[in-house]
């Protein structure tokens, strides 16, 4: 029995074979890293900061730093353990 072979007339041109009849993309990949950085309300997206502001953050970590308890820093902020654990964790 021989094997059937396709014409190369059932292929448009040597770019279609290799990017699988779709053609070239005219977008950009969805995982490609942007050129420049994103402006506007879409310019950071994570999680929001647990303490209010730097210096309660830079407070808590010199506490932290001193011997202060997770539990007491959590108490004394009316946040929870674990929050602490992640504010005061070294950069």
Do not use: N
């Amino acid at each position: 029995m021989t094997t059937q072979f396709f014409p190369s007339s059932c292929y448009r041109d040597a770019d279609s074979r290799r990017l699988g009849r779709r053609g070239a993309r005219s977008y950009p990949h969805p995982h490609r890293q942007r050129q420049e950085p994103r402006q506007g309300p879409w310019a950071h997206m994570g999680r929001p900061p647990s303490l209010d502001t730097p210096e309660q953050q830079k407070e808590a970590t010199r506490r932290r730093a001193q011997g202060a308890m997770l539990q007491e820093l959590a108490d004394s902020y009316d946040r929870s353990v674990a929050t602490m654990r992640r504010a005061t964790r070294a950069a």
